[in-house]
């Protein structure tokens, strides 16, 4: 059947995560006192922040623990002394600073304006609530989208199959009508193919990616499908 519905994936795919993390993170160690240099911690940050997140999906982590846990790991790995109050704080006002800057990855408004005319588009997301609907309303993205799906209001993560069910059904749509876009390949490709959707991997790191599968390197190459 013809493609009608487009589901997007938020961070790392539209929404530069690491760039506006990165912002973050140096406006709440400032804040804060954190004498630490930002580069330095989040050296190790990133790869603890991935594993929480993978916990996460899996349900085998609390949001809290997410939260706290990566903030806690990473400072001590580098051997710094936090206090669990300041970590608490950390843990809140990282949450709260985050959707105030919005960079987008190269090409993400061009692609959503030629998309748009022709087709109906949604977001399917794991982040938290509070979090994902301001970036989407601060970064300029609300217009363009139909339907935002998240975790906590489906009840479950990507790539647990009834989050895109749950999603298909929100939408109107059928899985046979229907493509993910996004860049993680357990949570959007996988899970999105298991159920029934055509899939294009966001391919950032350009990884070596079977044939059979739908890729690009850069959000313009989403032309070549769509």
Request: proline share 2%.
């Amino acid at each position: 059947m013809k493609i009608n519905h487009i589901f997007f994936d938020l961070d790392h795919t539209l929404w530069d995560f690491e760039k506006n993390s990165d912002i973050a993170f140096t406006t709440i160690f400032k804040k804060h006192n954190v004498n630490v240099e930002v580069v330095k911690f989040l050296n190790y940050y990133k790869d603890i922040n991935q594993t929480y997140w993978k916990l996460y999906r899996e349900e085998r982590i609390t949001k809290e623990d997410l939260r706290v846990g990566r903030l806690k790991d990473t400072f001590s790995k580098i051997k710094y002394n936090a206090t669990n109050e300041l970590i608490d704080f950390l843990s809140v006002d990282y949450i709260e600073f985050l959707p105030s800057n919005n960079y987008l990855f190269e090409g993400a408004f061009e692609i959503l304006d030629y998309l748009h005319p022709n087709y109906k588009m949604h977001i399917i997301t794991n982040g938290f609530n509070e979090v994902q609907f301001k970036k989407i309303e601060n970064s300029g993205l609300s217009k363009y989208f139909s339907k935002i799906i998240t975790s906590e209001e489906a009840g479950v993560k990507k790539p647990n199959p009834h989050i895109f069910n749950y999603a298909l059904n929100k939408a109107n749509a059928l899985s046979n009508e229907s493509i993910m876009i996004g860049d993680n390949w357990e949570a959007d490709i996988m899970g999105a193919k298991n159920v029934g959707l055509d899939v294009i991997f966001c391919n950032f790191n350009k990884e070596p990616v079977s044939e059979s599968i739908k890729s690009v390197n850069l959000l313009s190459e989403i032309k070549k499908y769509l």
